[in-house]
Nanobody, 123 residues
């Protein structure tokens, strides 16, 4: 059974850092594009970053460019999202997703989803 599990969320002060993990089981994550998405209360789900499966090209939402970094560890079947210089506006539930797609931040293109992990940026 294909499954994605996110971890690493929590409460952090503005300017702080967190690393989110997305661990896959039941399938090989390297064969798929993997995206990170977030949803704040009362807002729609938006794409934050993704990494392609063909050449590991990366893509970022403009507001996180330079602060967030997505990466893969194929040996661990895991994708990470390193988040630095966090801002209160980054507060949301963060989801990872996998899909047989080219690099895209459109959540409709992804097939497998995790359950989400809460990130709260507050002093």
């Amino acid at each position: 059974q294909a499954q994605l599990v996110e971890s690493g969320g929590g409460l952090v002060q503005p300017g702080g850092s967190l690393r989110l993990s997305c661990a896959a089981s039941g399938f090989t994550l390297d064969y798929y594009a993997v995206g990170w998405f977030r949803q704040a209360p009362g807002k729609g789900r938006e794409g934050v970053s993704c990494i392609s499966h063909s050449d590991d090209s990366t893509y970022y939402l403009s507001s996180v460019e330079g602060r967030f970094t997505i990466s893969r560890d194929n040996a661990k079947n895991t994708v990470y999202l390193q988040m630095s210089s966090l801002e209160p506006e980054d507060t949301a539930v963060y989801y990872c997703a996998a899909g047989d797609v080219a690099g895209t931040l459109d959540p409709a293109e992804y097939d497998y989803w995790g359950q989400g992990t809460q990130v709260t940026v507050s002093s």
